[in-house]
């Protein structure tokens, strides 16, 4: 008995230390939430006998589909690739001698025959070399969560898609100039100003490509 409680006494504080550091990456933050346009002061109807009336609300020919207005749909097409590939190399050197030649009389006679020489040689040689490539393609809509004075726009929205093996987000957020936007209302994330793109998930999956959370305890603690 007294081994069964000194088990469990020892095997809670380790699963109260896995639940602290075997957290997964989890849902997406509020803020990617969808905005919607706040809805217009009702104001009083006045009958004033025409058939076009203002407040019942219009879009003008010209404006076509495009996103425009806060709660606006606008599709953003991912297209990104980055690149980045460092070389850095090095080589020192450094030679050094000092020579004394002893007289062969006197108290400093056993010297002879050899002089008292020093020298010393010192060099370094170093290389390093880093590469890194990322790639990112599909398409997620977003919507208008701020119009600015001069036309820009705040876009941002999440995707989520849920798998067999666990769940996969995309979160996209960044400033739009109305001009960008193609007829068909879409954009390349390329000419999204300030983005910020997260692509992360939950699941098997994830934990799979994960370090357990003991071996990330004993990575912190491990001088070597």
Not at 79 to 93: D, P
Not at 111 to 120: E, H, L, Q, Y
Not at 206 to 220: C, I, N, P
Request: proline share 8%; hydrophobic share 35%.
């Amino acid at each position: 008995m007294r081994t069964s409680s000194f088990k469990m006494a020892a095997l809670g504080p380790m699963l109260l230390l896995a639940a602290c550091m075997g957290g997964h990456a989890g849902p997406p933050s509020a803020e990617y939430r969808p905005s919607f346009a706040p809805p217009p002061p009702v104001a009083p109807v006045v009958s004033n006998g025409a058939i076009f009336q203002a407040s019942h609300g219009y879009s003008p020919l010209t404006s076509g589909t495009r996103a425009a207005q806060v709660g606006d749909i606008l599709t953003i097409a991912l297209v990104e690739r980055t690149q980045a590939t460092k070389t850095n190399s090095a080589n020192t050197g450094r030679n050094g001698e000092i020579g004394l030649s002893a007289p062969t009389t006197g108290p400093l006679s056993l010297f002879n025959p050899t002089d008292a020489r020093m020298g010393g040689d010192q060099s370094f040689t170093g290389k390093g070399s880093a590469a890194q490539e990322n790639r990112l393609s599909g398409e997620i809509s977003v919507t208008v969560a701020q119009v600015y004075p001069n036309g820009t726009m705040l876009v941002r929205g999440e995707k989520l898609v849920t798998l067999n093996r666990g769940d996969e987000y995309v979160q996209v957020s960044g400033l739009v100039r109305p001009n960008d936007i193609g007829p068909d209302n879409r954009i390349a994330s390329t000419r999204v100003a300030d983005a910020k793109i997260t692509y992360s998930g939950r699941g098997e999956i994830a934990r799979a490509s994960k370090q357990g959370w003991l071996q990330r305890f004993f990575s912190v603690v491990s001088p070597f």
